[in-house]
């Protein structure tokens, strides 16, 4: 037998009404925040990723999906929205729209991880990009964007945890502060942030080992070296979430695990599922598409998780809306069958789910069937309920039973339900 590739999984038809309520409902909230969709390949190519997230990352490092294709080109499956989002928006001269533009995607991406629970190596992502203007506005406009979609989704006790990265200016200083810090307890720490020291200093503050995190404790605070500009948009951004009631913690730590964020950074927190509770991380990228070859562009943006989102509300019984059909209808025997296939095909066409027995099935198994499927209500057609053009709906939760003309069954139906 072939399995399933380790760190991925099915949506099985007895889940996946769990991703279609997920999708549809922050479907609805990006619609509600003026945001449209923009779809791109599953697989770039790999350079674009390399030069936009940074070839010093755990990303690019070590767990892309790269490979030759048949004429020699190396490409990768994306791990994430926002590159090829940029990419897009460079190349189709989206900046010709009027700005700002805000996008976002539903999208697999790809990570060769260790998978865990919450950690798969296929994931997926709701992302919203939002380009054209570095206003603070536009930040707090993401972050409510994000928020509401959670609070849509139903999920409580996610933390929003706030930082600023700052500007390439006022970061070369603070991370020359870090490295001089961390220099002397170096010895002390992980063979990851050895190694990061180099590389990438900024990542030693998101450590997760408890050494580290504790030596971590007392390094220089990336407030303290923050320019005038990327102070005072920090401080509106602060006081703009202030004012609109979103709650958040700074959090200095949050640096984030890609190489284009600036200035605001962040990321909503739940403690309820261990070592992968972030379900959603973002940020603003003023630079990102000017390194890439397009105009200076502000931008910001996050995606989050959609199998932790999903994970969440499974563990806090959120309810994931109707799945079953609306009525099912069996057949006293197999001579009605005909007249049960041309009713569901009525009850369709006047907008109800609907489903008949098709596969000789006995009465009882019709209505063990009917019950495992969830349908809401049953209906038994046999020569009576023909001649007399009446039935009896049944309300399979509970058992009620109500008599209705057959010609009144879509009315009755589109009521109830
Ligand atoms: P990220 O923090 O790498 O950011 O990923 C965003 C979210 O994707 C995470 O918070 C997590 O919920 C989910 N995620 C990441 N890796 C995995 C995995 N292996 N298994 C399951 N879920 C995962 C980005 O990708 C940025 N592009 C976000 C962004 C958009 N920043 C600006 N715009």
Sequence with gaps: M?????????????????????????????????????????????????????????????????????????????????????????????????????????????????????????????????????????????????????????????????????????RKEYTNALKEYFKSRLNEMCSTCKDRFERNPLRLLDCKSPICKEIGLGAPKITEYLCDDCKAHHEKLCQLLNDHGIPYVIDQNIVRGLDYYTRTVFEFVTTELGAQGTVCGGGRYDNLIASMGGKQTGCVGFAMGLERLIMLMEAQNVDFGRRYPDVYIMSQSAEYVDYCMKLVNVLRNNGISADTEMSGKSLKAQFKYADKINANYGIVIGESEINSQTIKIKKLSDGTEKEINIADLSEYLLKNI
């Design 2 to 170: 072939i399995n399933v590739p380790k760190g991925t999984k099915d949506a099985l038809p007895s889940e996946s009404y769990k991703w279609q309520y997920v999708e549809a409902t922050l479907r609805k909230v990006a619609d509600l925040y003026n945001a449209r969709e923009i779809r791109t390949p599953v697989f770039e190519h790999t350079e674009l990723f390399v030069r936009s997230i940074g070839d010093e990352t755990d990303v690019v490092s070590k767990e892309m999906y790269t490979f030759e294709d048949k004429g020699g080109r190396s490409i990768t499956l994306k791990p994430e929205g926002t590159a090829p989002v940029a990419r897009s928006f460079i190349e189709n001269s989206l900046d010709a729209l009027s700005l700002p533009l805000k996008m976002y995607y539903i999208t697999p991406c790809f990570r060769y991880e260790r998978p865990q629970a919450g950690r798969l190596r296929e994931f997926h992502q709701f992302g919203i990009e939002v380009y054209g203007a570095t206003t603070p506005y536009l930040d707090l406009d993401c972050i409510s964007l994000a928020y509401n979609a959670l609070l849509s989704l139903g999920l409580k006790g996610i933390v929003l945890r706030l930082n600023s990265i700052g500007c390439p200016k006022c």
